[in-house]
């Protein structure tokens, strides 16, 4: 997290890192880095690669997880990335979270409360 309350001097106050993305190399074929991230009301959802979707608080200085969700492994259509999740787009509108995978195609979840686990639907 960068404060940008004075842009001429940013300075970094806090780092959020999932478990796997603490090793490298990572011990399967994933790709554990964040990707693409949109905020609001104080949250943060990202496409987290192979990590899937992250929740993050935003409202204090270390970013702290309230939910997640991750794909399951799928094989890759083409047959050039390995059988993993690859969320590495996301959106937000109307109660929903939207991801894309790419092995796996389009997923709309249900973040009911902003902060809980999202939930895939059905």
Known sequence: MIDLSDPAAPRQVGVY???R???????DLGVYSAHRA?????LAYVAW?????R???????????????VPPDHPD???ALPAKAYVV???RAAGYV?????????????????????????
């Open 89 to 91: 787009g996301v959106a």
């Open 98 to 122: 939207v991801i894309t995978d790419i092995n796996s195609g389009l997923y709309v979840l249900d973040a009911p409360g902003g902060a809980r686990a999202p939930r895939r639907r059905r």
């Open 17 to 19: 890192r999932t478990p």
């Open 49 to 53: 690669n192979s990590d899937g979707l």
């Open 38 to 42: 949109v905020a609001g009301e104080g």
């Open 21 to 27: 993305s603490r090793q490298f190399p990572p011990r």
């Open 55 to 69: 929740v993050l608080d935003l409202t204090g200085n270390v970013p702290r997880e309230v939910g997640f969700f």
């Open 77 to 79: 259509p083409a047959g």
